[in-house]
């Protein structure tokens, strides 16, 4: 032990309480592999120099019975064993006590040279060949070989042993990754796991912490973009803890559960669980635990972000018969909400005794308990909305025979609650809280788990004020979460200078134009406050700061679509993840999880057949393509898009909605068909029941037409409402581009409608009641207007970004201002100057994000005619009148004056589509990632 004396942990109510949740029957295997483990601690203080097993204490009880059936093996007695697949015993010299072994029996064996982690197994299957004696085993619950057993332990445990030199670090995003040949490597904080430093110190003392929870752009000396945590922590604790079980007046193992073992075993579904005995748990404990967390730094969205540092064998614990083998893990995590700039740092002890009584049956007497906390604050630096939360603690591991068992951690954290609002503005808390959980591995064979994969729950212990003040006033004087979008005050008073930036690589297409709501452009604005660039026909992801300087640029690889002259994955749609990555939707189908600096943690692709039969517009790709994607609130995603199931002459397109949780897992999926028509989703936004999805209805014969549809899907698939709209005779044709969720509950929609390309503005209701409608348009048959985004003004109203044809010239990008009704109020005409006199320019297909300074950021496909490659055109401008400033030597601008179109009110009809679940098999995927290089002009 330290000179000084160890903290020690108190675990054991809170490990108890998890156990007993899972149900009287069910849990009698759980509750005691996993008390056992805790009650065998002891002897886990040995020298950290001894690498073999601790001894055990002259305090130690153990009493036991074994059934008839149990083989209790002599280990030093066993002779060589060898396990060429888990759960395959292979003795050469087989031992005398295994002459009889037979299916059913269950071996029982301590440590030693030839099973250095004990045996404690069910026999399936026996083979003797050659003098050489095979068995077939899985795990087996300690109630399976004991009649009776009884276990009392009692130890003190300073934290950990002593820490080895060059503790690895987890991998990184840019060392999972293959590159391209030639390909540079990408920055060690491309990663999604967050990067590390931790000394190589003596765990008597304190443990220091160092992570980040996000980098913005692989540099951690640019300290603005990146949220850091860093601390220490120590502790330990005296624990007395007693086991029981007894199967009573039963003196054979019964038959029942004998036979369901080995069916279990053998991939049959009985569960042993519901015919293992009670346990009784009895638990004493002194501890105590102290550490100290920071956490700084700015965030534009929310966050939560584990960390999982390698795990720490220790000495294994022998009791008798019974073998246990602890570890240690470092744990923390980093969370919050979008915030301006912060800085908290607290420390805090707890000492902490009671004792605890408990059974499988489900009965928990406590007593004790009563903590005891000491917290002390350095002062922090709050501005605005900083909430964040920095913990960090030691989880301590048990597994009986290193394949069944539970752990228990204790860490201390600081919680800081931020509001411009409230009074007084900010508040801090210190706290300390455990975390219990359980990992069952019965069997690794053709039956999987015995029910429990690793899990865990968290419990609060204790928590406190410790204060509280006034916020600091952000530079800028925002007083909004950041990334909210601009005030009233800064739309109307910006606080920047408008830009224009264009970039020029073979990364971008120019798309279609006649293909309304299929093709797009996507600004995302990432947590560290900068902007990432996808769009429906580039073939790369990119990243640019508010200033409009590109960060990075990265093209993507499947590896089973990297033959030489293959082109990138399109990364067309980009989700914000709430542990501060990105989740990217690729054409060809699938999805990949990216860091920060373009890193891939992983890449998964959608199964779907990917041959096509020709779409409304002619091109092959509408009829299976993912057009949209949102967040699903909880770290998911979910993808809209097309779907044709064979490519068989009578088949048609079907809309189809695909749920993935934050690793790419299928939560739901849905296709929505028409009986006699094709179906194109183009908008999906969350609402309060689901997901609504907006877009078309394609007929083919006897004359092309669309129709507009609108339709709420519940979260579980079933529809809660759907219809179409459209206008009067003079107007038909209504394909949705772009939606928002309005501020009020509504969503409202744009898109074109009508023969001559007039813009339309409708806002639903929650229950699919049309609010209102408008047709903004140019007031000429020859000129065209197509709204392609839409975001919500602050001053009530909307600002629309879209394409204008200005007679017989080629698409530009236009800006309008539009009152809540969808009245004209003022609009800009964007024009690239072209770089070849005599051949025009074209945007097309822009997208818009309101910025928290005033601006309108608006991002369009450009086309140079005759000078070769496409290009990105992204500028800021003026979100209250759309001004950028244009000189007329990279494009012009001039006001333009839409119109409102009263011809006819748009209006609404029934329609029925049906609703059904498709299975989706996902696939990982290899990713390959290349730099790219793009030329800005």
């Known amino acids: 032990m330290a000179a000084n004396e160890p903290a020690r942990y108190g675990l054991t109510t809170m490990l108890t309480s998890a156990f007993l949740t899972m149900g009287p029957a069910r849990t009698s295997a759980l509750a005691m592999l996993a008390s056992i483990a805790i009650a065998s601690l002891g002897g886990a203080c040995s020298s950290s120099e001894d690498s073999g097993a601790s001894p055990p204490a002259s305090s130690d009880e153990l009493q036991y019975e074994t059934f008839p059936n149990t083989l209790v093996l002599d280990a030093a007695s066993l002779g060589p064993v060898q396990e060429p697949a888990f759960g395959t015993l ?75 030199p060059g503790w690895p670090a ?68 005296h624990v ?136 002390s604050l350095s002062t922090p630096e709050i501005s605005l909305q900083a909430n ?65 994969t690793e899990g865990s729950t968290t419990l609060p212990i204790f928590e406190k004020q410790i204060a509280s003040g006034a916020c600091k006033l952000p530079e800028g004087g925002q007083p909004a979460v950041p990334g909210s979008g601009p005030t009233h005050e800064t739309l109307l ?51 640019a700061d508010s200033d409009g300087k590109l960060v990075w640029a990265r093209q993507y690889y499947r590896d089973d679509l990297h033959e030489p002259g293959d082109p990138p994955l399109r990364p067309v749609r980009v989700v914000p993840s709430d542990d501060a990555t990105m989740l990217v939707a690729t054409h060809p189908h699938g999805v990949m999880k990216v860091g920060q600096a373009g890193g891939v943690a992983w890449l998964r692709s959608i199964d779907l057949d990917t041959t096509s039969a020709w779409g409304p517009y002619g091109n092959q790709e509408d009829q299976r393509k993912i057009v949209d994607a949102v967040a699903d609130g909880a770290g998911g995603m979910v993808l ?14 079907d809309g189809w909605l695909l749920h993935l949780d934050r690793e790419g897992q299928v939560v739901g999926s849905t296709v929505l068909r028409d009986a006699t028509r094709h179906v194109y989703p183009t908008v999906l936004i969350p609402g309060a029941q689901g997901w609504l999805v907006s877009g078309y209805l394609w007929t083919a014969t006897p004359k092309s037409s669309f129709e507009a549809f609108v339709a709420m899907v519940k979260t579980d698939g079933s529809l809660a409402w759907s219809k179409l709209f ?32 007039r813009g339309f503005v409708v806002r639903f209701g ?116 759309g001004s950028v400033g244009f000189d007329g030597s990279t494009a012009t601008e001039a006001a333009y004056a839409l119109q409102a179109a009263d011809a006819c009110a748009i209006t609404t009809s029934a329609w029925a589509p049906t609703l059904t679940s498709k299975p989706v098999p996902m696939t990982d995927r290899k990713a390959f990632v290349e730099a790219v290089t793009i030329q800005q002009d």
């Open 493 to 543: 008073h910006p606080t920047f200078t408008p830009w224009s930036r264009t970039w020029t690589a073979k990364a971008w297409s120019q798309p279609s134009v006649d293909a309304a709501g299929l093709r797009w452009a996507q600004l995302t604005q990432s947590i560290d406050g900068r902007w990432v660039l996808a769009s429906s026909q580039g073939r790369a992801l990119a990243k």
């Open 640 to 653: 809209a898009g097309t779907y044709l199931g064979s490519d068989a002459a009578d088949d048609h397109t």
């Open 170 to 237: 987890p991998s990184v995003l840019g060392a999972s990754t293959a590159l391209l040949p030639g390909a540079s490597a990408l920055p060690a904080s491309a990663a999604l796991a967050p990067a590390f430093d931790v000394g190589g110190i003596d765990f008597d003392k304190a443990i220091p912490f160092d992570y980040y929870a996000f980098d913005g752009d692989g540099d951690l000396s640019t300290t603005h973009d990146q949220v850091r945590a860093h601390g220490e922590f120590n502790g330990g604790f």
């Open 388 to 452: 964040g939360k920095a913990e960090a603690g030691v989880r301590l591991k048990m597994k009986l025979y290193d394949v069944a068992g539970g752990f228990v951690g204790l860490g201390v954290y600081a919680r800081v609650e931020g509001d411009q609002l409230a009074a007084p503005c900010w508040k801090l808390h210190g706290g300390l809280e455990a975390e219990v959980g359980y990992v069952i591995e019965l069997d690794a064979g053709p039956a999987g788990l015995l029910t429990l």
């Open 726 to 757: 459209g206008g009067c005779v003079d107007a038909p044709d209504a394909r949705p581009t772009a939606g928002i969720a309005h501020s009020e509950g509504d969503v409202v929609l744009v898109g074109t409608i009508g023969p001559y390309l």
């Open 90 to 164: 292979v003795f050469s010299k087989p031992p005398i006590a295994l002459d009889k072994v037979a299916p059913g029996n269950v071996l029982v064996a301590g440590a030693g040279a030839s099973t250095p982690s004990g045996l404690l197994r069910f026999v399936k299957k026996v083979n003797r060949q050659s003098g050489v004696l095979t068995l077939e085993t899985g795990n087996a619950p300690p109630q399976a070989a004991f009649r009776k057993l009884h276990v009392r332990v009692a130890r003190d445990l300073p934290m950990l042993g002593t820490l080895a």
């Open 766 to 881: 929650p229950d699919g009641a049309l609010r209102s409608s408008a047709m903004p348009w140019t007031g000429s048959n020859l000129s065209y207007f197509e709204p392609t985004a839409i975001r919500e003004l602050p001053t009530t109203g909307y600002l629309i970004a879209g394409d204008l044809t200005v007679g017989y010239d080629p698409e530009d990008t236009i800006l309008a201002a539009l009152d809540v009704a969808g009245k004209p109020l003022w609009a800009r005409h964007f024009r690239l100057t072209s770089k070849d006199p005599g051949l025009p320019s074209a945007s097309t297909f822009a997208g818009l994000e309101l910025t928290d300074d005033g601006g309108a950021m608006v991002l369009s496909h450009a086309a140079f005619h005759g000078a070769g490659d496409s290009s990105l055109w992204l500028f800021k401008a003026l979100a209250r009148d």
């Open 240 to 375: 007395n803890i007693g086991i029981d079980i007894d199967w009573g007046a039963v003196e054979d193992l019964p038959g029942a559960v004998v036979d369901c073992l080995g069916e279990y075993l053998s991939g049959d579904s009985c569960d042993p669980r519901d015919l293992l005995p009670e346990a009784t748990v009895r638990m004493d404990v002194d501890s105590a635990v102290g550490g100290k967390a920071s956490l700084a730094g700015a965030a534009y969205r929310e966050f939560k972000v584990p960390v999982k540092l390698p795990s720490i064998p220790l000495p294994k614990v022998p009791v008798g018969i019974l073998v246990f083998f602890p570890s240690i893990e470092f744990y923390g995590e980093a969370s919050g909400q979008a915030s301006s700039r912060f800085a908290i740092d607290t420390s805090a002890s707890l000492k902490l005794a009671g004792s605890i009584q408990s059974s499988t049956s489900g009965s928990v007497d406590v007593s004790g308990f009563t903590p005891d906390p000491d917290f």
